[in-house]
Each structure stands twice: as C-alpha cells, then as structure tokens.
C-alpha cells in the first residue's frame, strides 16, 4: 500500500531527521521534494499545492527550526496534514434508527464493486449485523452469479433477479424481503458501465427512488490515479455519495487517489479493499493510513486482526507455555496459522513500526510457512511434543512425507531447539529477579 510514496517521503523525513538543526531553507526544500512525491503517486495538482502550503504554514507557525528535535516537529506537521487530508477521523456505517439500513453501492466496471458488495456483507455478518445482497447488476455477464458465489461464501442470502427482471423491481423485492425477515442491513449491488451516461443515472435515480438508501457508496479503483478523482466528481453530481470504499490498495504503488477523493468531493474513505479474499475489507482509519504512507507502521489494526484470531483464553494459555518453556512444535504450528490467517505476510509485517522502510524489496515467501507446516504435521503426535525423541530415520520419513529435505528438518529443529533455551534463559532471569518475564515469541 503506497509503496512509492512510503519510499519517497521516508527518505526525505529521514534526512530531516537526522538533523540537529533546520533552516528555513531546509524545510522549503524537503517540502519541493514532498510536493514532486505526491505528484508522482498521481494525487491531485491543486491537493497537492494545499498540501504542502498547510504543512508551510503550520511549520513558521511553531518555528520548528528552534526545537530541539526539528526533524521530528516536521514529521509531527506532515502526520497531522496527511490524516487531515485523508479525512480526519474514522467514519462507521451507523445503522439506520429504524432498519433495514440500505447500503447502495455505485461504481464503473472494473472497480471490483460486486467483490466489494460480498465483501462488505461478510464484514458485516462478522461484526454482529444481518446483511442481505441484492444483485441489480445486470448489465454484466455473471455478475449475479458472482454475488450468489459470494453471497454463500460469506453466509449471506442473496435475492437475486428472474429472466428479464428490472434492476429496480430486484431492490424493491428485497428491501420487502429485509422487512419480512430479521435481516438489518440491505447491500444493493448496482448496475455499472465503461463511463458515466444518461443510462446508467437514470436507472441509479431509479433504485434510490425505490429503496431511498441511507447511504450511497461508490466503489473506486485506487490504481486509476487521477481519473478516479473524475469519476467521484462525476458519481457524486449524480447521486450525491455519502462516502467511498477504495479497492485494490494492495496493488497499488502511488495511491494518490486515496489521497485526493476526500478534499476533492468532501466526503470520507469508509473502507479499503487489500486483497483478493473475501476477508480482505478494512475499515479506513485517517490516522492509521498517515502512519503506514510515512512507514511508522500500524499497531493498532494489528492488535486489532490478532484479537480476531486468538481469543484471550487463547492468548493466557500460551503466554502460561512460553513462560514455563512448554511450548510444543504443535503449538508452534496453531501460531502460524493465526498469523496467516491475519492477512499477507507482508502486510503483517509492514504494520510494524519500523518495519516497512525494512520490507521494501524484500520478496516474502509464505511457501516458506506453509513447509514449515508440511514438515510439522509429517511428524506423530508424540515426536510433535517430543522433538527430541526424532532421531536420523525419523527425520529422513518426515522428510519423505514432508517434500523436503533432511536438511530442512534439521535446520527447523535446531532453530527450535534454540528458542526454547531461550526460553529457559529468560524464565530463569524472571525467576532471579522475583516477576515474570516478558514472554518471548519464537
């Protein structure tokens, strides 16, 4: 996510910070540079130009060039900006005082808006809500049968339209659907087309007549750059959106409209789309974004995906295994699938403050993890616990059964065999000093 303009803005803050003093001049410059990165990463001209003169502005006000730590004063101004510019605070999709809430979602082909609709009803489900998918795209082949796939993937019934059926008649059947069945939120998957037309206006005029939603949603290829600045002009003089969801974040190098739809059109980002599964859907945090596009990383939300892998029985029990030095290949095995199961190995790890400026160009390979896995479950359940009991025979079985090599068996065992004296060493050292030590992670 903004991987280019993390690499540009890192290395310009960076040379800041490692100053002990700052001109007046120094700040110009490193804000031509910050102005030509964000041109590049395709954000506005005239955001841009506000931008850097916000920044300016708020620098002379606080004379940073006298603090003791001016690099950081810079970076503290460029945090601010940059989380006002992507909207300041994080907006949820409050329920309507009387349900179903209806959730209309506009948006061209090719912007991933049907995933996006299956999406947004598993993250709704997730979260307590009971969502239902409305397919009025039928202006696409197999969209409907799309939103059907992923409609059963998430556990979301969807109403889907007969032969000939009207877009509006198929939003009508079920928002009555929604108020005959417990169902609270109703997720309408529109028609798009190649470009904004009379045609395709007039049938959103229709579908907001019929269902008159509480929020109308367009869904934005953040890959489109400067075009996708026009397209949320020319959606929102349509139907007046209350809001956007940006997708394919997770392939996009400059990011720059995630960075101008909210000062061009005034209305907040309520998610972003970081990848291909269904679960791949964010709420948009302004802050937590500022964070991750200046590489401090992002610990919140990832507390946040942690939480929602292990639960805090969970959690005690391994901390108790970790402390006493009890933990087990098995166990190991349980941690990496909850750690694959928080997202991308690489997005995980640029969460980490600090780690993204590491990451960049390093090439993370999951198959990795997933040997790791194959080699642990070719073991029995007692060499699992027992790893010392594995001998030179057992290792060439489950190296057979494993597709890998006697080495690689070696190598897993050997850095596990090290974590626990690890372990040990600092379970003793807690013991030493009278409090318990913090627990390790292997």
């Not at 730590?69 to 605070?89: D, K, N, S, W």
């Not at 299956?118 to 979260?127: I, Q, S, T």
């Not at 956007?244 to 005034?266: C, M, Q, Y």
């Not at 190598?411 to 090290?418: A, G, M, S, V």
Request: glycine share 8%; net charge positive.
């Amino acid at each position: 996510m903004f991987e280019q303009l993390q690499t540009r803005l890192g290395g310009i803050l960076g040379r800041l910070r490692g100053r002990g003093t700052l001109s007046v001049e120094d700040v110009d410059a490193a804000l031509r540079e910050i102005r030509l990165a964000l041109l590049e990463a395709d954000v506005n001209v005239a955001v841009a130009r506000e931008f850097i003169a916000r920044v300016r502005e708020a620098a002379v006000g606080q004379e940073v060039w006298k603090s003791l730590t001016p690099g950081q004063q810079v970076i503290q101004i460029v945090h601010a900006e940059l989380t006002r510019l992507l909207g300041e605070a994080y907006r949820p999709l409050t329920p309507a005082p009387k349900p179903p809430t209806v959730i209309l979602l506009v948006g061209l082909h090719g912007t991933g808006k049907t995933t996006t609709a299956g999406k947004l009803a598993r993250y709704l489900k997730k979260h307590g809500r009971d969502p239902l998918l409305a397919a009025c795209d039928l202006s696409r082949p197999a969209a409907v049968r799309q939103l059907e796939i992923l409609g059963k993937t998430a556990g979301v019934p969807v109403v889907a339209p007969g032969p000939g059926a009207d877009p509006v008649a198929v939003a009508r059947e079920a928002l009555e659907r929604c108020r005959a069945t417990a169902a609270d939120t109703l997720i309408v998957d529109s028609a798009g087309r190649l470009h904004i037309d009379d045609a395709l206006v007039a049938e959103l005029a229709r579908i907001r007549e019929a269902v008159s939603p509480h929020y109308t949603v367009l869904v934005l290829d953040a890959m489109a750059g400067q075009d996708a600045v026009r397209m949320a002009e020319g959606f929102h003089r349509a139907v007046a959106l209350d809001g956007l969801i940006l997708t394919k974040l997770d392939g996009d190098a400059r990011g720059g409209a995630a960075l101008s739809v909210v000062a061009t059109i005034g209305k907040p980002i309520l998610f972003i789309g970081t990848g291909e599964r269904l679960d791949a859907l964010e709420p948009f945090h302004p802050d937590r974004v500022a964070s991750r596009i200046l590489g401090m990383g992002d610990v919140l939300t990832l507390i946040e995906r942690a939480q929602e892998q292990v639960t805090a029985e969970q959690a005690h029990e391994m901390e108790r295994k970790l402390r006493r030095a009890e933990f087990t290949l098995e166990d190991f095995t349980k941690q990496l699938r909850q750690v694959r199961a928080m997202g991308p190995l690489d997005q995980v790890l640029s969460m980490i403050p600090g780690m993204g400026a590491r990451m960049r160009g390093v090439d993370v390979d999951e198959r990795q993890l997933v040997r790791i896995e194959a080699m642990i479950n070719s073991m029995t359940p007692a060499e699992r616990r027992h790893p010392d009991t594995i001998d030179g025979s057992r290792r060439r079985r489950i190296a057979r059964g494993s597709g890998t090599s006697v080495q690689d068996i070696n190598r897993l065992l050997r850095q596990f065999q090290d974590a626990k004296k690890m372990l040990k060493q600092i379970e003793s050292l807690g013991r030493k000093k009278g409090k318990l030590p913090i627990p390790f992670q292997p």
